[in-house]
């Protein structure tokens, strides 16, 4: 089972909602849907926790999202998108 809730009426269009779950594990929920993964350099950033609402099909929506909340910041090189410490 999967940490998400999604809400049978947002679940057609990506959404997902988490009251806590490691970066890591919602980037890789994320990446099950991406045509360029995200990619977390470091371990730390990895466990860092989250909450909210992301809409999962959007990679880039969802790296922008985590890289605010976190102060992170989101290099686009050739093999995707790295999140990293600033």
Known sequence: ASAADPGA???PNGWAEYRSIA???LVAEANRY???PIIVDERAV???AVSGRFQLTET???ARR???LFDLEVSDE???LHLQKR
Do not use: C, P, Y
């Open 23 to 25: 970066l890591g594990s």
């Open 60 to 62: 880039a929506g969802v």
């Open 66 to 68: 985590l890289a605010s």
């Open 78 to 80: 050739t093999d995707g």
């Open 46 to 48: 990895a466990e860092l």
């Open 34 to 36: 991406a045509h360029r």
């Open 9 to 11: 009426a947002d679940w």
